[in-house]
C-alpha cells in the first residue's frame, strides 16, 4: 500500500473506529468483570479491526462491527478457559423458565436498595454469555431491540425472549444477594 | 391464554418495543390481571435500577494510548501486498529502469518482517484461521448451496464450487474483497472439523490485483489439475482447478480424509488427470 493510502487508512481508522472504545470498553467491563480483561479484550478487538479494515464496508454500521469483532475475541478467548458453567447457569434460566411466571415474587424496589454496585456486577457476570450480551446492551447501553438484533446477529424476537429470561434470572440472582445482605423480604 | 404467553410482552412494553396491537393486546391482559402487572412493575424497577446502577465507567486514560500505540506500530510494520508495493515502485517516475532492483527489494522486505505474502496457499491459511478462529463471522450462512450459490453468483465473475459432500455440512460462505481481489470462501464441518475452501478465478492469477501461484505448483495443477501439500503443523492444503476456478482446500484432516471428503462432492477430481 502506497504511504500515502496507509496514512489515510490509519486516519480513517482513527476517526471512525476510535471514537467507540468507550462503548467498547463498557460493555467488555460489565462482560468480564475486571477492568484489566475489558482493556485487554479492547486492545486486541483493535489490533484484529485494524487489521481487517479492508473488510468494513463503509457506511454499515460501524459499531455493530467493531462489537461482533469484540464480542468473538471474548468467546474464542472465554470459551476456551471455562466451558462448563454457562451450561449450568443456563439450564438453570430454563427450568426457572418454566416453573414460574413471574406471580408471586415481591415489590424489587426495596430489595434492590440494599444492594451495592459490586453485586448487581457479580450478578450480571453471572448470567450466560448470550443473556447478559442482550441485558447489558439493552438495560445498560440503551440500544434497540433493532440495534441489538445487528449487533449480535439474531432475530428481533430472539432479543426479545433472551431478555426476558435474562432479566428474570437477574432478578432471582440480586433478590439472592439482598437476603444475603440482610433484607428481610416480608412475604418470606 | 395464560399469563406466560404475556411475559415476552411484557418485556417488549417495558422497552417500549410493542407494536400498536400487541401494547392494546397486553393492556386488556393487564386491566385483569393484578400478577401480571407487578410483573410489568418489577421488570421496569430492575431496568431503571440497572442503568442508574450500572452508569458507564469511561476506558481508563491509558487503555486509548495503549490502543494508539498498538496502531501506530501496526502501521509502521506493515509493507503492505505484494501487489500495492509493485505499483507504488512501477509508479514512480524513474523507476521503470529500477524495477528488477525494486522487485529484489520488496521481496526481501516481506521476507524480512515475515508478512503473509500474496501466495494462494499462504492467503487460504492465514484466512482459514481467521474463519475457524471466528474473527469473522460467516456474511451468509446458509446449509442450503443453491442459496449460498445465488449469494456468491452476485459478487463474483467465476463459478463458484459448493459441493455437496459426505458427511459435510455446509456452514456458509465470506466474500473477501481484499485489495488483491475478490476471494470466495465456503466453510464446511466435518465431524466437528472445518473444510474451508477457498476460491479464485483462475484467469486473474497472478496479475495485477489478484493472488499469486507458485511457479511450480501452478505446472502442476496445469498438468494433473491437482495439488496436495501438509503443512509442518498438519494442516492440508489441495488445490485443483475446475474450470475457471480456482480452488483451495484448508483442513486440519490428513491431506487423505480431504481429499475423500472432496472427491465425496466432486467426483471428477480424481479421475480428471
Known amino acids: 500500500m502506497p504511504k500515502h493510502e496507509r496514512s489515510q487508512k490509519h486516519k480513517d481508522f482513527e476517526e471512525e473506529a476510535l471514537p467507540h472504545l468507550d462503548l467498547l470498553f463498557n460493555f467488555a467491563r460489565k462482560m468480564t468483570n475486571s477492568s484489566e480483561d475489558a482493556s485487554d479484550l479492547v486492545q486486541e478487538t483493535y489490533l484484529k479491526a485494524y487489521r481487517f479494515w479492508h473488510s468494513y464496508e463503509k457506511g454499515t454500521n460501524i459499531k455493530a462491527w467493531l462489537f461482533r469483532i469484540l464480542r468473538n475475541t471474548y468467546i474464542n478467548r472465554y470459551r476456551k478457559e471455562s466451558k462448563g458453567p454457562d451450561e449450568v447457569d443456563f439450564e438453570s434460566v430454563q427450568n426457572l423458565n418454566h416453573k414460574s411466571n413471574g406471580h408471586g415474587t415481591p415489590p424489587l424496589d426495596q430489595a434492590l436498595g440494599s444492594l451495592m454496585e459490586d453485586d448487581v456486577s457479580t450478578a450480571i457476570a453471572s448470567l450466560p454469555d448470550d443473556f447478559r450480551t442482550v441485558v447489558i446492551l439493552c438495560d445498560i447501553e440503551g440500544l434497540s431491540y433493532e440495534e441489538i438484533a445487528e449487533f449480535v446477529e439474531c432475530p428481533i424476537g430472539t432479543v426479545r425472549s433472551r431478555l426476558h429470561r435474562g432479566r428474570r434470572f437477574l432478578r432471582t440472582q440480586l433478590l439472592e444477594y439482598a437476603r444475603k445482605r440482610g433484607y428481610a423480604n416480608k412475604s418470606n | ?273
Not at chain 2, 61 to 86: C, F, H, I, N, T
Not at chain 2, 92 to 104: E, K, Q, S, V, Y
Not at chain 2, 159 to 172: F, Q, W
Open chain 2, 1 to 273: 391464554m395464560n399469563c406466560n404467553s404475556y411475559q415476552e410482552l411484557i418485556t417488549g412494553a417495558v422497552d417500549g418495543e410493542l407494536t400498536q396491537e400487541e401494547k392494546r393486546f397486553l393492556s386488556l391482559h393487564l386491566e385483569g390481571c393484578a400478577g401480571c402487572r407487578s410483573e410489568y412493575d418489577s421488570e421496569i424497577s430492575l431496568k431503571t435500577f440497572l442503568r442508574e446502577t450500572m452508569l458507564g465507567h469511561d476506558a481508563p486514560a491509558d487503555l486509548l494510548k495503549a490502543v494508539s500505540d498498538d496502531l501506530r506500530g501496526q502501521m509502521a510494520a506493515s509493507p503492505g501486498s505484494w501487489v500495492d508495493r509493485w505499483k507504488e515502485a512501477f509508479s514512480a517516475p524513474f523507476a521503470r529502469p529500477a524495477l528488477a532492483l525494486g522487485l529484489t527489494v520488496v521481496l526481501a522486505i516481506i521476507f524480512l518482517t515475515g508478512q503473509p505474502s500474496n501466495d494462494i496457499i499462504d492467503q487460504s491459511l492465514a484466512r482459514y484461521e481467521m474463519v475457524t478462529e471466528e474473527t469473522f463471522t460467516v456474511q451468509y450462512a446458509s446449509s442450503e448451496p443453491a442459496i449460498l450459490k445465488t449469494f456468491f453468483e452476485a459478487r463474483t465473475d467465476f463459478p463458484v464450487l459448493i459441493p455437496e459432500m459426505k458427511d459435510c455440512k455446509l456452514l456458509g460462505g465470506v466474500l473477501d474483497q481484499n485489495p488483491n481481489g475478490a476471494v470466495a470462501e465456503v466453510l464446511y464441518d466435518h465431524a466437528s472439523e472445518h473444510i474451508f475452501l477457498s476460491q479464485i478465478s483462475w484467469n486473474s492469477l497472478g496479475k495485477e490485483g489478484s493472488l499469486s501461484i507458485e511457479a511450480d505448483v501452478k505446472e502442476q495443477l496445469l498438468k494433473e489439475n491437482l495439488f496436495i501439500r501438509t503443512m509442518p503443523n498438519g494442516n492440508s492444503v489441495v488445490l485443483w482447478k475446475k474450470g475457471a476456478t480456482l480452488c483451495a482446500a484448508v483442513s486440519t484432516m490428513s491431506s487423505d480424509d480431504l481429499i475423500y471428503c472432496l472427491t465425496s462432492g466432486d467426483p471428477e477430481l480424481l479421475s480428471q488427470h
